[in-house]
Nanobody
């Protein structure tokens, strides 16, 4: 069974930045689309970004221009750089993966596996 372990969450003031990391293990890493989604209390899950095998990135409109997804295949790690954070970005952030095909890695995203999450809190 694969494992996705997130880190890098925390508290930041509005306008600040955070970089989330996700270490992937036990998966055939090169065969998966990787991504991130978030969920705030009382709200639906929101897909944020994905990165395909060839490095192509896709973003939700809500984070386009502020968030950047990237990966380091040598380290089996996926990143989410988050800039210009807003209070409405407060949520639990999850690293995710999918192996069913690139369709599921396009907005609005539908990932099949995810980690335990890392909390992000943005104060005004």
């Amino acid at each position: 069974q694969g494992q996705l372990v997130e880190s890098g969450g925390g508290s930041v003031e509005a306008g600040g930045s955070l970089r989330l990391s996700c270490v992937v293990s036990g998966l055939s890493y090169s065969n998966y689309c990787m991504g991130w989604f978030r969920q705030a209390p009382g709200k639906e899950r929101e897909g944020l970004a994905s990165i395909l095998l060839d490095g192509t990135a896709n973003y939700a409109d809500s984070v386009k221009g502020r968030f950047t997804i990237s990966k380091d295949d040598n380290k089996n790690t996926v990143y989410l750089q988050m800039n210009s954070l807003k209070p409405e970005d407060t949520a639990m952030y999850y690293c995710a993966s999918d192996d069913r095909g690139s369709y599921y890695c396009q907005p609005p995203f539908d990932f099949s596996s995810w980690g335990q999450g890392t909390q992000v809190a943005v104060s005004s």
